[in-house]
């Protein structure tokens, strides 16, 4: 009897130190991953998700989490206090607003991409657009661009209309309907609820649903130039100097050309 008790001790001890085992190795895969926000113009939303999963495959203890909006709004939530590690804009104007500001790391800076802005109609459209100027004309009701302050898109947009003289018109006329970002335009046009839109080159070849009709012509807006650094205000200052690394890596470099971004690189 003593034996058996003995050996049934034995047992539950041993698998007591299997359990014990099991939790730690549990704990273990359990641990909260270090995670950096990414502050990303709304124009990157594509090409950022695959640079991200290819990025997480080789850095499995580092979570990136991605927001996106136009360049204007996620300046004003970093400025507002709001988390992030990483700015990644669309616009010049906005990263070098934060540097005035104080509240990037500007020996991070870095330019990595370069786009261009378009026109575009619904796929099927008969109106006859081909061209920006024709936003000035009968054919088109409706216009749609990002909001020129908050949104470079849109603010591009209206310098390649101003140059052609045209955007008084077109504004004064009512015919222009402005979007919280470059992905909104996209999607009213999308639609149908305008005759056409004015987006980057890469965003019009994400979709089936539309036609490009037109390039700005070379000299109608400023260079588009998308710019990346680090928030002063991270806390996880390495992994997100790690992570803009990557970013300037010829494999993220490829993903963003793959969408038809141009490498400043």
């Known amino acids: 009897m003593l034996k058996k008790i003995t050996a049934i001790a034995i047992s539950i001890g041993f698998a007591a130190g299997l359990f014990a085992g099991g939790s730690k190795d549990a704990n273990k895969q359990t641990e909260p991953k270090q995670e950096i926000i990414i502050a990303a113009a709304a124009s990157l939303t594509n090409a950022m998700n695959e ?50 500001e104080d509240l990037i790391m500007n020996d991070t800076k870095t330019d990595l991409l370069k786009n261009e802005v378009v026109l575009i109609v619904p796929k099927g459209s008969t109106a006859g657009i081909a061209s920006f100027n024709d936003v000035d004309s009968d054919k088109v009701t409706q216009a749609a661009i990002g909001e020129p302050s908050s949104v470079p898109a849109g603010s591009y947009a209206k ?105 400043v690189k």
């Open 51 to 100: 640079c991200i999963t290819l990025y997480g495959t080789n850095h499995p203890a580092v979570k990136v989490t991605p927001t996106y909006a136009s360049s204007g709004a996620l300046r004003k939530q970093i400025e507002q206090g709001a988390p992030a590690d990483l700015f990644f804009s669309a616009s010049e104007k906005h990263m070098t607003a934060l540097m005035d």
């Open 159 to 263: 310098e390649v209309f101003t140059s052609l003289g045209i955007y008084g018109n077109i504004e004064s006329g009512g015919k222009l309907v402005f979007g919280k970002d470059v992905r909104q335009v996209l999607s009213y046009v999308e639609q149908g609820n305008v005759q056409a839109g004015a987006v980057y080159s890469t965003d019009a070849a994400i979709s089936d649903s539309v036609t490009v009709v037109a390039t700005a012509p070379d000299g109608s807006h400023r260079p588009i130039v998308y710019p990346a650094a680090i928030v002063k205000t991270t806390e996880h200052e390495q992994a997100a100097k790690d992570f803009l690394a990557f970013l300037e890596s010829s494999d993220a470099l490829d993903i963003f050309t793959k969408y038809g971004f141009i490498s």
